[in-house]
């Protein structure tokens, strides 16, 4: 089992920043890729960024350029950090990690609000 608990959301004015947060608890030493999905309301969840534990990371076409995912493997931590904060980018936002035998497991999310 991973348990995962995320941090840093908020609301924030457009074309603010944020960085947030997702420490892993467990069996984290199982742990392959994390990243980051979001769900906006009525709309579905959709990825925001990826890492692989070799810290390869992979973005949404509407984030490319003004986000950053990393990972801290001494930590179990994985963080998003967004720039240029738009109004579509509020979302609830979910951090994954996939173990090495291809489970999912989420955090309950986190909710980022960008409104003026």
């Known amino acids: 089992q991973v348990q995962l608990v995320e941090s840093g959301g908020g609301e924030v004015q457009p074309g603010g920043s944020l960085r947030l947060s997702c420490a892993a608890a467990g069996s984290t030493l199982s742990i392959n890729a994390m990243g980051w999905y979001r769900q906006a309301p009525g709309k579905r969840r959709e990825l925001v960024a990826g890492?692989?534990?070799?810290?390869?990371?992979n973005y949404t076409d509407s984030v490319k350029g003004r986000s950053t995912i990393s990972r801290d493997n001494v930590k179990n931590t994985v963080y998003l950090r967004m720039d240029s904060l738009k109004p579509e980018d509020t979302a609830v936002y979910y951090c994954?990690?996939?173990?090495?035998?291809?489970?999912?497991?989420w955090g309950k999310g986190t909710q980022v609000t960008v409104s003026s």
């Open positions: 994954t990690a996939r173990t090495k035998w291809g489970i999912d497991f």
């Open positions: 890492i692989t534990s070799g810290g390869v990371a």
